[in-house]
């Protein structure tokens, strides 16, 4: 079948769609992550997403809704338990990110039955993306556009430097919480995507990538989204070629494409060496 021939496919162009909805939320949302150096908690926030999706399948609501609610509430803990509690963030982190893992498994185990959807959730199937989810994403990415325009100034200040941040008048506490959630709602709607167990790596990779060829935090943010876009896009065609998980293969190309640009960067870092020696 030509790639072109795909398109007549309605989840095929489902899953473009949510490629590019979710490259661009998490572009915006992952550049953030990754300047803040709040990676470790996007991953915390991530696999607490499972308690959320547990209890939706054990009480037979939306899973993703009450992820999305449990996700918050984890994001906000963490957040209040590492700011005014005095635990460290690192162990705020692993509590959340357990107890959300035990609570799934617990649900997911009394559900009667099996949850035949559960797999799309953990290791991810961009295949599976329905009307609705394009929808919420779709929503998501141009409140996150708005937020980021709006009030660049003051999230660029908080991603370098909070402390620099609070002295410039800034409501530093508020913003943190308000990103917080928008971390954990777009962890939670672009988990249909990748799953659980490879999400942190949609937030991360790109940025990474991007970080090679420059700091300005704008220029991440467009660069971040153009990686993750073809990489989505390469992923899900080739995975539909070699008839391997799409989820999977897509953080494998990006895994990929992070280590040739890394060497591309280190060798023009020695051929400059070289020259000014």
Known sequence: MQIFELLDYAFFRNALWGSLLASIACGIIGTYIVIRRLVFISGGITHASL???????????????????????SAFGIEWLSSKQGVREDSAIASFWSLGMAVGIIFIFLKPGYAPNLTDYLFGNILTIANSDILYLGILSFILVALFALFHRQILYIAFDADFAKTRGIAVRRFEYLMMCCIAISIVLSIRLVGVVLLMSLLT?????????????????????????????????LSYYLNVPSGAFIILLMTVLFGFCKWIGAKKMSIGFSKVS
């Open 205 to 237: 990779i790109p940025q990474m990538t991007a970080n090679i060829f420059t700091s300005n935090f704008r220029k991440m943010i467009f660069l971040s989204i153009a990686v993750s876009f073809f990489c989505c896009v390469s992923g899900l065609i």
């Open 51 to 73: 308690g959320g999706l547990g209890i939706g399948f054990y009480f037979g609501f939306n899973p993703i809704v009450s992820a999305m609610i449990f996700s918050v509430m």
